[in-house]
């Protein structure tokens, strides 16, 4: 099957709990093989978007299509999907490996093809060794591999994974991240992943979904995500930046030249001369002195925090505007706090978005 | 030191109060065995005849069966209404739950006998007089509250993902309930089970006042028998019932965990 075509398809799924609007037109294109992330804040809609795909919950509207079949009305025993539940949901009466043949017995499946599969299952996340096991005697992560076992072993259509990382402490849950996304590619699985964690979305996936009050607001690739954040939402839960707010003087072919109270800057953007907007940078793009042909702004720095490689700092640059600046030992020395100084940052990455949108 | 000395009175005391529980039924079994009908220690030999008369006590058989009858038919409905209404108070959005669930626990704090002489006259004033039903309708009311005080707990610790889990792998709707929430429920339904079969087969304070001639379960005639012939043949009586009691303890225990059933750990 083509690598390109279209595996998993939402197409504008809506739905309402009473009076709020959970999911609203939803649409999403997945392909064959490819890990996407629905990125947002608690209550976004993200497990219930999960739900709908999962048959788990009825959506209002829309139609949802797997591995070219309209599923939309089929329940959830018929859609051949598989899910990592946050709590894992593991049943306690059965075995380590009895939780991973309970889908293929379900299914009929001849014994001794169950038996290979659990195998083949337990020892891809590596707990062959544990078959025997109940469940109350693993850890969190070994519970949370069992599960994974659990969903592959039926070879399902697509994996759904809700926040099934977020239980673990930080430091497995960044090995899991990486490892997970190894294996997943390893049997070519499509998988969602359902996370509020933007180091786990930018991680784990091929393509990243912000979402907000039941809306996608961008789907990209992490790098583009970060890079070219679609909206003030997206910059804002994605990473740090540096915004300052402002009026569009002038507009010209995709740039603007904006007012604001730090000085004149310049963005890249559509907007009518008059419109307020925020202008926006990454941190790591701020430079200390000046550069031709730059945005720049000077102030007196209020905080420096050093993050091994890199240092974080805080620029008071009066009138309520602040900095952020990422800079490294290798660029000149860094400043301490009290310091004045004026830091540069190109046009080209720099953003305006529209002051309304704000989060 | 004041630890340990803690420590040792709280030993003796828990041992202490074991013997003081135990002590009884060893003497009650012993009893049983006594080759006289007056029963005197040390014993001289022992007898099982007293044994033999136990089936020849006047209308013991009769109540024997009552008491069976009323204990599994108060179980089985109080396991099906109570673990409804227990489904119904731990899942369902049903407003006022705790107010319910209180109500339906409440007659395990009253005593019997407040419980007996209300049910008597609440039974007269409705016009509700047949009297081996009344005797049924009593037994719910001792039964139900075993039910679902047991049915309440295990619910709320039951995971309702899993029906959801085993939807996703392929499992229907009714199928998932029998695969999932019937095996992780069983141990509480066996223990609610025994806890209610119990209760109703050794009350006495509710029988009584709802017993007539020909309704007479079997502690009320026990009682009877002691006053007109206290001989051994209540101790081999008691024994059989303690065997059989120890017996469906152990088997549970087995099944299921008697500590989970004393309510001591989950
Ligand atoms: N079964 C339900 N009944 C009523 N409201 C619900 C239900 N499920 C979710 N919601 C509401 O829908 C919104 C989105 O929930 P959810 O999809 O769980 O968000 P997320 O997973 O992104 O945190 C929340 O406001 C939540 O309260
Ligand atoms: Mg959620």
């Known amino acids: ?359 | 030191m004041m630890i340990r000395a803690a420590i040792v009175v709280c030993w003796v005391m828990a041992i202490g109060l074991a013997l003081f529980l135990i002590v009884p039924l060893l003497v009650i079994a012993a009893a049983s065995f006594s080759p006289t009908p007056v029963f005197d220690l040390p014993l001289t030999g022992a007898s099982t005849r007293w044994y033999g008369r136990i089936g020849r006590l006047d209308g013991f058989w009769p109540s024997l069966l009552l008491s069976l009858q009323i204990a599994l038919l108060s179980t089985a409905i109080s396991l099906v209404s109570g673990t409804l209404a227990a489904i119904a108070i731990a899942r369902g959005k049903l407003p006022g739950a705790g107010i319910f669930a209180t109500a339906l626990v409440s007659p395990l704090m009253m005593p019997g006998l407040v419980l007996g002489i209300a049910l008597l006259q609440g039974f007269r004033a409705v016009g509700f007089t047949m009297p081996g039903a009344t005797l049924l309708v009593a037994h719910l009311v001792i039964t139900l509250p075993y039910v679902a005080r047991t049915m309440i707990a295990g619910l709320a610790r039951f995971d309702f993902t899993l029906i959801e889990a085993a939807r996703t792998l392929g499992c229907t709707y009714p199928g998932s309930v029998l695969r999932v929430m019937v095996p992780a429920l069983a141990p509480s339904f066996l223990i609610a089970g025994i806890f209610s079969f119990l209760a109703s087969f050794d009350n006495y304070p509710v029988s009584i006042f709802l017993a007539d001639v020909r309704t007479k379960t079997l502690p009320i005639r026990m009682l009877q028998y002691i006053e007109e012939a206290p001989d051994p043949t209540l101790a081999a009586l008691s024994t059989l019932i303690l065997t059989g009691t120890v017996i469906l303890l152990f088997v549970s225990d087995r099944v299921v965990g008697l500590h989970r059933m004393a309510g001591t750990s989950d």
């Open chain 1, 1 to 359: 099957m083509s690598g390109a075509a279209p595996h998993l398809v939402v197409r504008s799924i809506s739905k309402r709990y009473g009076p709020t609007t959970v999911l609203d037109h939803i649409d999403l294109t997945i392909r064959r093989g490819e890990l996407v992330t629905l990125l947002g804040p608690s209550g976004c809609g993200k497990t219930t978007l999960l739900r709908a795909i999962a048959g788990l919950a009825q959506p209002d509207s829309g139609k949802v299509e797997l591995a070219g079949r309209d599923i939309t009305h089929v329940p959830p025993h018929k859609r051949n999907v598989g899910v990592v539940f946050q709590s894992y949901a593991l049943f306690p009466h059965l075995t380590v490996a009895g939780n991973v043949a309970f889908g293929l017995k379900v299914r009929g499946t001849a014994r001794r093809e169950i038996n290979a599969a659990v195998e083949r299952a337990l020892s891809l996340v590596k707990l062959g060794h544990l078959a025997g096991r109940r469940i109350s005697a693993l850890s969190g992560g070994q519970q949370q591999r069992v599960a994974l076992a659990r969903a592959i072993a039926v070879e399902p259509d697509v994996l759904l994974f809700d926040e099934a990382l977020s239980a673990l402490d930080r430091k497995l849950r960044e090995e899991m991240q990486v490892e997970l996304r190894r294996l997943l590619q390893d049997v070519k699985a499509t998988a969602i992943f359902v996370t509020h964690d933007q180091d786990e979305a930018l991680t784990m996936s091929d393509r990243v979904a912000v979402m907000n009050k039941g809306r996608i607001e961008q789907l990209a690739e992490p790098r583009e995500l970060y890079l070219r954040p679609a909206s003030l939402f997206a910059l804002n839960f994605v990473g740090l930046s540096t915004r300052i707010s402002g009026t569009v003087l002038a507009a010209d072919n995709g740039k603007v030249d904006v007012e604001t109270k730090v000085g004149r800057l310049s963005a890249l953007g559509n907007f009518q001369a008059g419109s307020p907007v925020i202008v926006a940078a990454r941190p790591e793009q701020l430079r200390l002195g000046e550069q031709s042909e730059a945005n720049s702004a000077a102030g007196r720095v209020r905080s420096v925090v050093f993050q091994g490689s890199r240092t974080l700092v805080e620029v008071d640059a009066g009138a309520g505007e602040s900095l952020l600046a990422e800079l490294s030992e290798r660029d000149g020395a860094i400043p301490r706090v009290h310091d004045e100084i004026r830091l540069s940052w190109p046009v080209t990455e720099t953003f305006a978005f529209p002051m309304e949108a704000q989060a």
